[in-house]
């Protein structure tokens, strides 16, 4: 995995809360976006996390690294 951009993903989601409202809205397209580049197991765990959940347990689950 590349962990300088899961870094910054989980930096970006954790600190930006612009970025986190539309990563909720549109995960992919705000990842495109922002310059983060995943490979296929990371965007795969991506997809796997439901963005509805509210922002305390999806901070515990992002900042444990997707």
Not at 5 to 12: E, M, P, S
Not at 42 to 64: F, T, V
Request: charged share 35%; no cysteine.
């Amino acid at each position: 995995m590349g962990y300088e951009q899961i870094g910054k993903l989980i930096d970006r989601w954790l600190n930006d809360q612009n970025f986190r409202t539309n990563f909720r809205k549109d995960p992919e397209g705000t990842l495109q976006k922002s310059g983060v580049r995943l490979n296929g197991e990371e965007l795969a765990a991506l997809r796997k996390i439901d963005w509805g959940r509210p922002d305390e347990e999806l901070k515990s689950q992002i900042s444990k690294g997707l």
